[in-house]
């Protein structure tokens, strides 16, 4: 097998030793000395093991002088021409940040290899993780591991004399899920639908000849959520093949082969624990709606005071949820809609709070920029981060305006504060899917710092759709399906009935907030209307509802089965009008605010029985001064704060105030 130019270095372990049989590990006579590699090349991730040449006496041998670092150089057509550090900050004595730049080694990879058989070969040894069947875990003084494969033959046992297998097997971690056996602790097995999980969806749309199981097998879990941000868009051709009729496989195998492949979204049709039996419910008459246009400079000068205090935070929320922004207006609001700003602090304030967020974000930049060489070597989880940011900016809204071309600063702001924000909240990182959410932000802002602090904000909202184990995303797919049930229980019925009732056809709709749904314009008006927080909570669910709502008819007339079902949800971006879904959304909530028998279970996702005891707490005859504005110092210590929480995720720490955004 040739070379392949897609290449990277996952893990490196220098210092490792084949023995033939690990029943005579302490024999040295017996040991091949090499460096073991975790690599991906062309998107299959590879073990591999290669024998040092000339090896002297093993147990002299330390470290192997190689360069072991898995950062490698963009390719020609991703890397923007334009250095980092031409860049330059918005704060002048800040600029010194922008000065550090570490040119990425590239690195060849290793000579293909067949695996090796159990013999003193010097040949590489390498295998597929999808050819895995399991992993026996073993130690005495050291640890060593031997792989099972799929066709029962046994690589020679590796041990680590110089630790680095525990490092290792978290590393696989990422690419397979390694469960114990319940037979014998120290077999861990392999789960194949896991390492068939995920594939760089940018990968996954150049292929349409192989099945789904060898669609989901390529990328690590960080690109999992990024290619469930497209699953839409290759599912179909996955089920079908390239030439194949509709309905090629029967609706329930295909069901059952979508439900093995994502198990992290296994979702029991029936109700969570806690939530009620829904039977029929008379809803009444749904009202009509109809929007008003955007707030306009006038409008927003007249709200502000002398002191530049907003007079009625209320009645602004309600104006911009009723018709949205005009777009001079977004990059001052924006920070007041996502918490960066306090409604009732006073200009001065503000200024305050602009200073001292901006040192705290440049010194969060200066952790990554001053990282050097050496230091990222052994620093595996940042290399990944950066890699994976690397890839996602050269192919995020390229072609807008703000991001096309090469060497464009708009990529350089968006890959810095991405980059910063794994500072911020290291724990997760970075993950894909979440460039999308940062691109709007920093398009609107045209300035780094503040598009940091609206960035973050908005992902303290958003941060269990990016966790690992996806219980953010779990959680809205059965409320989804809870208001589905109530709205419509016929086309629930039809859905079920076409082993649809999962509702993975909506992932991507949650992921990233309809963000590929509509046009760029579209998503800033959508996202600014439910940064108010109104008319409830979980109101984009209801923006799901509408739009099934009015594709419904035609996916039961046409009798679609599940194959169909995902191509036509997908065949609807960029055809959806923001301003009706918008009308039809907020039709549904107010139809279910009125209706009397409403069940307890939807009340609670849309917050309802909230909105209830907090208008008993506020109306109760008395009259209320306006608050006072903020003074500079009340501004800082309400202001959102770097400080970590008791789980280790880096999160917001700020009171009341700060959530006034979000609460209708």
Same mark, same amino acid.
């Given at each position: 097998?040739?070379?392949?130019?897609?290449?990277?270095?996952?893990?490196?372990?220098?210092?490792?030793?084949?023995?033939?049989?690990?029943?005579?590990?302490?024999?040295?006579?017996? !040991?091949?000395?090499?460096?073991?590699?975790?690599?991906?090349?062309?998107?299959?991730?590879?073990?591999? !093991?290669?024998?040092?040449?000339?090896?002297?006496?093993?147990?002299?041998?330390?470290?192997?002088?190689?360069?072991?670092?898995?950062?490698?150089?963009?390719?020609?057509?991703?890397?923007?021409?334009?250095?980092?550090?031409?860049?330059?900050?918005?704060?002048?004595? *800040?600029?010194?940040?922008?000065?550090?730049?570490?040119?990425?080694?590239?690195?060849?990879?290793?000579?293909?290899?067949?695996?090796?058989?159990?013999?003193?070969?010097?040949?590489?040894?390498?295998?597929?993780?999808?050819?895995?069947?399991?992993?026996?875990?073993?130690?005495?003084?050291?640890?060593?591991?031997?792989?099972?494969?799929?066709?029962?033959?046994?690589?020679?046992?590796?041990?680590?004399?110089?630790?680095?297998?525990?490092?290792?097997?978290?590393?696989?971690?990422?690419?397979?899920?390694?469960?114990?056996?319940?037979?014998?602790?120290?077999?861990?097995?392999?789960?194949?639908?896991?390492?068939?999980?995920?594939?760089?969806?940018?990968?996954?749309?150049?292929?349409?000849?192989?099945?789904?199981?060898?669609?989901?097998?390529?990328?690590?879990?960080?690109?999992?959520?990024?290619?469930?941000?497209?699953?839409?868009?290759?599912?179909?051709?996955?089920?079908?093949?390239?030439?194949?009729?509709?309905?090629?496989?029967?609706?329930?195998?295909?069901?059952?082969?979508?439900?093995?492949?994502?198990?992290?979204?296994?979702?029991?049709?029936?109700?969570?624990?806690?939530?009620?039996?829904?039977?029929?419910?008379?809803?009444?008459?749904?009202?009509?709606?109809?929007?008003?246009?955007?707030?306009?400079?006038?409008?927003?000068?007249?709200?502000?005071?002398?002191?530049?205090?907003?007079?009625?935070?209320?009645?602004?929320?309600?104006?911009?949820?009723?018709?949205?922004?005009?777009?001079?207006?977004?990059?001052?609001? *924006?920070?007041?809609?996502?918490?960066?700003?306090?409604?009732?602090?006073?200009?001065?304030?503000?200024?305050?709070?602009?200073?001292?967020?901006?040192?705290?974000?440049?010194?969060?930049?200066?952790? *990554?920029?001053?990282?050097?060489?050496?230091?990222?070597?052994?620093?595996?989880?940042?290399?990944?981060?950066?890699?994976?940011?690397?890839?996602?900016?050269?192919?995020?809204?390229?072609?807008?305006?703000?991001?096309?071309?090469?060497?464009?600063?708009?990529?350089?702001?968006?890959?810095?504060?991405?980059?910063?924000?794994?500072?911020?909240?290291?724990?997760?990182?970075?993950?894909?899917?979440?460039?999308?959410?940062?691109?709007?932000?920093?398009?609107?802002?045209?300035?780094?710092?503040?598009?940091? *602090?609206? !960035?973050?904000?908005?992902?303290?909202?958003?941060?269990?759709?990016?966790?690992?184990?996806?219980?953010?995303?779990?959680?809205?797919?059965?409320?989804?399906?809870?208001?589905?049930?109530?709205?419509?229980?016929?086309?629930?019925?039809?859905?079920?009935?076409?082993?649809?009732?999962?509702?993975?056809?909506?992932?991507?709709?949650?992921?990233?907030? !309809?963000?590929?749904?509509?046009?760029?314009?579209?998503?800033?008006?959508?996202?600014?209307?439910?940064?108010?927080?109104?008319?409830?909570?979980?109101?984009?669910?209801?923006?799901?509802?509408?739009?099934?709502?009015?594709?419904?008819?035609?996916?039961?007339?046409?009798?679609?089965?599940?194959?169909?079902?995902?191509?036509?949800?997908?065949?609807?971006?960029?055809?959806?009008?923001?301003?009706?879904?918008?009308?039809?959304?907020?039709?549904?909530?107010?139809?279910?605010?009125?209706?009397?028998?409403?069940?307890?279970?939807?009340?609670?996702?849309?917050?309802?029985?909230?909105?209830?005891?907090?208008?008993?707490?506020?109306?109760?005859?008395?009259?209320?001064?306006?608050?006072?504005?903020?003074?500079?110092?009340?501004?800082?210590?309400?202001?959102?704060?770097?400080?970590?929480?008791?789980?280790?995720?880096?999160?917001?720490?700020?009171?009341?105030?700060?959530?006034?955004?979000?609460?209708?």
């Amino acid at each position: 097998m040739a070379a392949s130019e897609g290449f990277q270095v996952l893990f490196e372990q220098d210092g490792v030793f084949m023995h033939g049989d690990a029943e005579r590990s302490g024999e040295q006579d017996g !040991f091949i000395s090499g460096s073991l590699r975790l690599m991906d090349k062309d998107g299959d991730v590879l073990v591999e !093991f290669k024998a040092v040449e000339d090896a002297v006496d093993p147990s002299s041998i330390l470290c192997p002088g190689k360069d072991s670092s898995s950062v490698v150089e963009w390719k020609c057509n991703e890397r923007p021409s334009r250095p980092l550090e031409s860049q330059l900050s918005c704060e002048t004595e *800040w600029d010194m940040v922008n000065a550090v730049y570490f040119r990425k080694k590239s690195s060849t990879p290793a000579d293909d290899g067949l695996p090796l058989p159990p013999d003193r070969s010097r040949r590489p040894l390498s295998f597929s993780v999808m050819d895995l069947m399991s992993v026996k875990v073993r130690k005495e003084g050291w640890m060593y591991l031997i792989f099972i494969l799929k066709n029962d033959s046994t690589i020679p046992a590796l041990h680590f004399h110089h630790g680095g297998g525990e490092a290792f097997l978290d590393c696989l971690r990422r690419h397979v899920l390694l469960s114990e056996s319940v037979f014998d602790h120290s077999c861990l097995m392999v789960s194949r639908p896991n390492s068939a999980l995920s594939q760089s969806f940018e990968n996954l749309l150049d292929d349409t000849t192989f099945g789904l199981i060898q669609k989901f097998r390529k990328d690590p879990y960080t690109t999992t959520l990024g290619g469930f941000s497209k699953v839409t868009n290759y599912l179909f051709d996955a089920f079908r093949g390239p030439d194949a009729e509709p309905q090629e496989r029967p609706p329930d195998e295909v069901a059952d082969m979508l439900t093995e492949a994502i198990p992290g979204l296994d979702i029991n049709q029936q109700e969570e624990p806690g939530f009620e039996v829904i039977t029929r419910v008379d809803l009444g008459e749904r009202p009509e709606v109809q929007r008003s246009e955007p707030v306009t400079q006038e409008e927003w000068e007249a709200s502000v005071d002398s002191e530049g205090r907003i007079r009625d935070p209320q009645h602004l929320k309600n104006r911009i949820f009723r018709g949205g922004l005009c777009h001079s207006l977004r990059r001052e609001v *924006w920070k007041f809609l996502l918490g960066f700003y306090p409604w009732s602090s006073t200009q001065e304030a503000r200024r305050v709070l602009h200073r001292s967020k901006t040192d705290e974000y440049f010194r969060m930049k200066l952790q *990554w920029k001053s990282v050097s060489e050496e230091q990222e070597k052994r620093n595996s989880r940042l290399r990944d981060y950066r890699s994976l940011i690397e890839k996602d900016v050269n192919r995020t809204d390229r072609t807008n305006s703000f991001y096309e071309g090469e060497g464009n600063p708009g990529l350089i702001l968006l890959h810095d504060v991405l980059m910063t924000y794994c500072m911020y909240d290291f724990d997760l990182g970075y993950v894909q899917g979440m460039s999308d959410l940062l691109s709007p932000i920093l398009y609107v802002m045209e300035n780094e710092v503040d598009a940091f *602090w609206c !960035f973050t904000s908005f992902m303290d909202e958003m941060h269990k759709n990016f966790e690992e184990q996806m219980q953010g995303m779990k959680t809205q797919l059965i409320q989804l399906g809870t208001l589905l049930r109530l709205l419509d229980r016929t086309f629930w019925n039809y859905l079920e009935s076409q082993d649809s009732g999962y509702l993975y056809f909506c992932f991507r709709w949650l992921l990233i907030r !309809f963000k590929r749904e509509l046009t760029f314009l579209d998503v800033l008006r959508l996202w600014e209307v439910m940064w108010t927080g109104l008319p409830c909570q979980n109101f984009h669910l209801l923006m799901c509802c509408a739009i099934l709502d009015s594709e419904k008819q035609k996916i039961m007339d046409e009798r679609y089965g599940f194959n169909e079902i995902l191509k036509h949800v997908n065949e609807l971006a960029m055809k959806l009008h923001v301003e009706e879904i918008l009308c039809q959304a907020e039709a549904l909530c107010l139809q279910l605010k009125n209706c009397k028998d409403l069940p307890s279970s939807i009340a609670e996702i849309l917050g309802f029985s909230c909105e209830a005891s907090a208008a008993v707490e506020v109306d109760d005859g008395k009259e209320r001064d306006s608050p006072e504005p903020f003074s500079p110092s009340q501004v800082l210590q309400s202001a959102p704060s770097f400080s970590p929480s008791r789980n280790g995720h880096i999160r917001n720490g700020a009171p009341d105030l700060y959530k006034l955004a979000y609460i209708s």
